[in-house]
């Protein structure tokens, strides 16, 4: 989970980063490096909700369709990045 770099709290990219844009090298990106406990409850609460180990009864498109909700509530800030 943690490593020696307190920007990568997760492997991978920070998820709020990536949904909103924001480059983990610009001055926003940097100024979120350095409050890795916040990072890391945000990540920890986007995987609970949207990638559980444990689907608890929750199907995967139940799950869609409250990101699509919150997407659709924040606006266009949070829309669907391109891959």
């Known amino acids: 989970m943690a490593t020696s770099d307190s920007t ?12 909103t844009g924001i ?3 610009s001055r926003l ?3 979120r490096a350095q409050r890795p406990e916040i ?4 990540e920890g609460s986007y995987r609970a909700l949207l990638e559980p180990a ?8 139940e799950r869609e369709l409250i990101q699509l909700c919150f ?3 924040m606006g266009p800030a ?3 990045p391109a891959d």
């Open 8 to 19: 990568t709290i997760f492997a991978g990219e920070d998820v709020i980063n990536r949904l």
């Open 23 to 25: 480059p983990a090298d």
């Open 29 to 31: 990106g940097q100024l």
């Open 39 to 42: 990072v890391r409850y945000a």
């Open 54 to 61: 444990d689907l608890a009864g929750v199907s995967r498109i």
């Open 71 to 73: 997407r659709r509530y």
């Open 78 to 80: 949070f829309a669907a």
